[in-house]
């Protein structure tokens, strides 16, 4: 049977280890294995292996074992009341944009030591929003202009080369950034929070950036309630529409748009293991000795794959899952 493991994060470190298997006695499943603190409440988090690579709200970039929480290295940054850590990217290296208003550090750092690599800046003339997309080698830096348009510049993750000219879309469909979020290759929006509004999605890795359109209540009919636009994550490009506390999956491909026949739970998540993507979620139980479960579902169907319930502490508040890693039968998530 498959072994499951889950951590937990608040603003220490936190480590559940669960496991689905008839070997284990049952008040092994769910218990601390270990804490760390020193980090600071965690911002971005990706799996790396055996590795956790965390970017907090304190502006510290660090790696730790998953096993035992060893600290194996980490970095300050820039003062976190000024500048902060806007986007995570881990691949054979880490790339981190550190910033704000219109002064950007784009930085890589190599995996094993945290040795800083590179770093070259990125200036915008202007203090409005921004949102970055890390896509393969290049960097999208997207300025985004309330009512009007946004602009999306490509730059070479490396050495910050600009590849090609900014692009220049009109978008009076963006009303609030709170209402736009980036997915993989994808900047998507809803121009409302109810039924009358509209989806707009563009590919920003295109030369010639289309912007399609889906009606809202075309995706999650009709209904009194607020609609919000939350990310799905999971190396994907989908998100999720929220409408009184109840979750559809959306998945964008191009100009098709794929909405999912089941409802989901606010937090769910994609996690992809061995090529096939699966969702995971949280729920509340009335176990008062285990106040959470975690849902593993198929992304096809919605079908439940399998569930365990945990021994979660009192006191910590509603928990997310931050980031995920599966290997044939074991899952790491971390929940925050």
Known sequence: MASFRSICIISVFIILNIYLTSALYE????????KRSFIGKVKYANFDSKRLIVATEENVLASLNVKNGQ??????????????????HVDAEIITVSGAANNWFVRSWDLNTGTLLSEWTLNNERIVPNK?????DTLIHVVLFAGSHLEATNYNLRNGENEAKV???????????????VTQNYFACISSNDNLGQLYYVDLTLENSKVYTKSIQSLIGDGPGTVQIVDFGGGIPAFLLLRNNVAILVHVDGEKVEVKPFNLMPNAVGVLNNGRYFIYQLEA?????????VKSKDFLNGLDEFSVDLDYPLGLGAPVILASQCKGSVCDLLLT
């Open 71 to 88: 600290i194996l290295w980490r970095q300050f940054l820039e003062n976190p009341k000024v500048q902060q850590i806007e986007a995570i």
């Open 27 to 34: 008040d092994q499943v769910g218990k601390f294995d270990w």
């Open 285 to 293: 139980t009335e176990n008062p000795d285990k106040l959470i479960r």
């Open 132 to 136: 970055f997309i890390i896509y393969k």
């Open 167 to 181: 692009t220049k879309i009109s978008a009076p469909w963006i009303t609030s950034i709170s209402n736009c979020l």
